[in-house]
């Protein structure tokens, strides 16, 4: 069963949706190319704490080897390399939904692209 149409106000037609709709697309592309710049960041930010893991475990390595005292820092290691392994996860999720944002940025670019054709090809006089 079809949804319910929503009537339209009184002496808007097909123009007016059209018009309504590039106000819709023109207000959604600053949020979504916000939002992208956000994740961009936020991926940078995980590499780079990725990187400070890495390098903290390495010098626990070397600190264990080192060390004249038997100290266990294997633990330690371990839960690094695991936190590790979480922030790997989460900079995957942030490329997944950075991707998605990217097309969807796309989308709206090319169906602005799209109704702004219609409205010049309709003689839309919105002046």
Known sequence: QRPPRVKMAAGSGPGARELFAEGLLQFLRPAVRQLDRHVHSVRESQVELREHIDSLATELCR???DQKVALDLDPYVKKLLNARRRVVLVNNI???AQER??????SVAKETVRRRAMLEAGGYQGK
């Open 63 to 65: 600190i264990n080897e």
């Open 101 to 106: 944002l990217r097309r969807l940025n796309h």
């Open 94 to 96: 942030l490329q997944n």
